[in-house]
């Protein structure tokens, strides 16, 4: 059954340093998406991509994050300057554009982001 | 904005039912998803529903109310492994969580 693949499934690095997390999406999807879970928290939305541009982002997702498909199957997050609070875990999700707007979303397993 | 209310924790026996609630409130609505999360993984899709009525999945129904903003999951012949997080979700233009009611099935 095909999946949503995440890595690295734990990233530690330092306070400021920039972090690349990297999510290869189910291949016939269209739409992708990342979300964070800080620990012991819920699931938070920060950004929604569609034919090569955001469709939609939230307050979380403020100038340190981007995204990037940058070829045929990757699909990435890149926080420039990495805080404490970034510490957390974040979730790759791909939806089939068959169906129309309701497709479940399928999340990768995702990547343990520790800042210290 | 967006509120999604569910309870913090349950707990239910083997072979028992369990319904957990959600209430939301959003300025938009384009369904309600619920997916169960195990502690240390990614969330997985259970149901959807976007029109009124209950939605029958094998062991797992979920129930949806749009005038009164309410939803419920009901999971039946309750198994240990349905130890976990379950979470209500609302669609506008993205998907909103709730906090997670967290179950815990004893023997």
């Known amino acids: 059954e095909p999946e949503v693949t995440q890595t690295p499934s734990h990233q530690v690095t330092q306070m400021g340093q920039e972090v690349i997390l990297r999510c290869v999406p189910i291949?016939?999807?269209?739409?992708f998406y990342w979300y964070r879970q800080i620990l012991g928290q819920k699931v938070e939305f920060l950004v929604s991509?569609?034919?090569?541009?955001?469709?939609?982002k939230s307050e979380i997702f403020d100038d340190q994050f981007s995204v990037e498909r940058p070829d045929g199957s990757n699909f990435t997050l890149k926080i420039r300057s990495t805080k404490l609070e970034d510490s957390a875990m974040y979730f790759c999700?791909?939806?089939?554009?068959?169906?129309?707007?309701?497709?479940?979303?399928?999340f990768g397993p995702g990547t343990r982001l520790t800042v210290l | 904005g967006q509120n999604i209310d569910q309870p913090t924790e349950m707990t239910a026996t083997e072979g028992a039912i369990v319904q957990i609630n959600c209430t939301y409130q959003?300025?938009?609505?384009?369904?309600l998803f619920w997916y169960q999360q195990h502690a240390g993984e990614a969330p997985t899709f259970l149901s959807y529903?976007?029109?009124?009525g209950l939605e029958e999945k094998g062991r797992f129904s979920s129930f949806l109310s749009r005038s009164k903003g309410y939803s419920y999951l009901l999971l039946k012949e309750l198994q240990m492994k349905d130890s976990a997080s379950y979470l209500c979700a609302a669609l506008d233009y993205q998907l909103t969580f709730g906090k997670g009611t967290k179950l815990s099935v004893i023997p």
């Open positions: 959003t300025s938009g609505f384009n369904g």
């Open positions: 999700a791909s939806r089939s554009p068959r169906g129309g707007f309701y497709n479940e979303q399928f």
């Open positions: 529903n976007v029109l009124d």
């Open positions: 991509f569609y034919n090569n541009e955001i469709s939609e």
């Open positions: 291949s016939n999807h269209l739409y």
